[in-house]
């Protein structure tokens, strides 16, 4: 099984970037699929989270209202789109399916290998 993640880059403050994550090797459609990212010196941390069906979405405080996360079962993606990004949003971006326990903890049984998004003030 394989996740990868693609889509980081440099932008302005302000400006947009939309990341995806493909899976190979099996089906997540069952399952809870997440981001998260994990700054330099930083402890990995919980970005977003969607449900098996699309119908619940869950987000850190610290991008709700302008991050967005959604998922096609059918092609097993799940991509994130940030707007209004902040310098504070740079770092690494890692994909993640099928948690073990809470959505929002990274003990998820499956990862990609990371994605470099950052933000220039």
């Known amino acids: 099984v394989q996740l990868q993640a693609s889509g980081g880059g440099l932008v302005q403050a302000g400006g947009s970037l939309a990341l995806s994550c493909a899976a190979s090797g099996r089906t997540f459609s069952r399952n809870i699929l997440g981001w998260f990212r994990q700054a330099p010196g930083k402890e990995r941390e919980f970005v977003a989270a969607?449900?098996?069906?699309?119908?619940?979405?869950y987000y850190a405080d610290s991008v709700k209202g302008r991050f967005t996360i959604s998922r096609d079962n059918a092609k097993t993606t799940w991509n994130l789109q940030m707007n209004s990004l902040k310098p504070e949003d740079t770092a690494v971006y890692y994909c993640?399916?099928?948690?073990?326990?809470?959505?929002?903890?990274?003990?998820?049984?499956?990862w990609g290998q990371g994605t470099q998004v950052t933000v220039s003030s």
């Open positions: 993640a399916a099928d948690p073990s326990g809470t959505y929002y903890r990274a003990r998820y049984r499956y």
């Open positions: 969607i449900n098996w069906s699309g119908s619940g979405s």
